[in-house]
């Protein structure tokens, strides 16, 4: 018979050592969004995560995000440039809009997909601030 102090010694070992590999996991931008496995992150894929990321941001649920919710992710001056209607909101459409100039400026080889070197380069990171 398994004695309770064996028990669980294995299930704070299991933890101990799936701590990291699970981090490791979430700093992985490509295993976080890459629905379909194929080690790259597609538009599809983008929008997505970045759709899902707005309602996070959209606490308030009005569907559109002000400076105050976008903090961090767009300045000042990129919010006016993706603000077509000069409400200083932004809509989920405003919002993808943003991410696909932000997709696309992130693949310089135009392949239609980022794999994780490019979402290390400075454009790749502007793109993840709009996904997580």
Not at 4 to 30: E, Q
Not at 58 to 87: I, Q, V, Y
Not at 106 to 127: I, Y
Request: no cysteine; aromatic share 4%; charged share 30%.
């Amino acid at each position: 018979m398994i004695s309770r102090s064996f028990v669980g010694l294995m299930l704070v070992t299991a933890v101990a050592f799936s701590g990291p590999a699970l981090a490791k996991d979430r700093a992985n931008p490509v295993k976080m969004f890459d629905s379909d496995n194929d080690g790259t992150l597609d538009l599809a894929e983008v929008k997505k995560a970045a759709s899902a990321m707005f309602a996070k941001l959209d606490p308030d649920r009005d569907g559109t995000l002000d400076a105050r919710e976008l903090r961090g992710r767009l300045s000042a001056k990129e919010l006016a440039a993706a603000d077509p209607d000069h409400d200083g909101t932004l809509t989920l459409d405003e919002y993808l809009t943003v991410v696909e100039q932000r997709f696309n400026a992130a693949n310089p080889d135009k392949d239609g997909t980022l794999d994780a070197k490019e979402l290390r380069s400075p454009a790749g990171r502007a793109l993840l601030r709009l996904l997580k």
